[in-house]
């Protein structure tokens, strides 16, 4: 189950950022691709999501929105891309919130993103080494389904 929290995005709720970057466990961050200045908002948002969160990757899914809006586009799909990878570990997507468009995808990659940062063996199945242990029923079981996963909408 994904308990989500959709957040104030506007300045005079910034106080509270704090304490739900340190309680969520995977974030979206959400610009619009009609707007360059939220672009901006979403380095400044990620660099205090680092600094609260004490770490150097956080699961994170980057989401330029209103892709439905072609006409007006004002960032690239391009430069979307260029920003997800400075964000290291990012899966990065257009949407629209408005045609329904990649708004399944949004959570769904997220998910994966916490399971694998919460999966200890995560780091031994990516890896080539040799020897690397085959994945146990037992350890493939442990995404199965009940546990509580907290993401919050940035
Ligand atoms: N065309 C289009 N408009 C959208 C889309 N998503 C949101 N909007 C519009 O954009 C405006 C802002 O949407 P919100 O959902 O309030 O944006 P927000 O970032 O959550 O804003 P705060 O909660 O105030 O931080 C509204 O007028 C929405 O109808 C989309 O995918 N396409
Ligand atoms: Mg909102």
Redesign the pocket.
């Known amino acids: 189950m994904l308990d989500i929290l959709d957040t104030?995005?506007?300045e005079e709720y910034s106080a509270m950022r704090d304490s739900y970057m340190r309680t969520g466990q995977g974030f979206v961050l959400?610009y619009s691709i009609t707007d360059p200045s939220s672009c901006e908002d979403c380095m400044t948002i990620h660099e205090q999501l680092l600094r609260s969160k004490d770490s150097d990757e956080v699961p994170l899914v980057l989401v330029g929105?209103?892709c439905?809006?072609e006409e007006e586009r004002a960032v690239s799909k391009q430069e979307g891309k260029s920003m997800a990878e400075k964000f290291g570990d990012c899966k990065f997507l257009e949407s629209?919130?408005?045609a329904c468009i990649n708004v399944e995808e949004i959570f769904i990659s997220l998910a994966k993103l916490i399971e694998k940062a919460n999966d200890p063996n995560a780091a031994e199945e990516e890896g080539e080494e040799e020897g690397a242990k085959p994945k146990t029923g037992k350890s493939s079981s442990s995404t199965g389904g009940k546990k509580k996963l907290k993401c919050s909408v940035l």
Request: aromatic share 0%; hydrophobic share 35%; no cysteine.
């Open positions: 104030a995005g506007q959400v929105n209103k439905d809006l629209s919130a408005k």
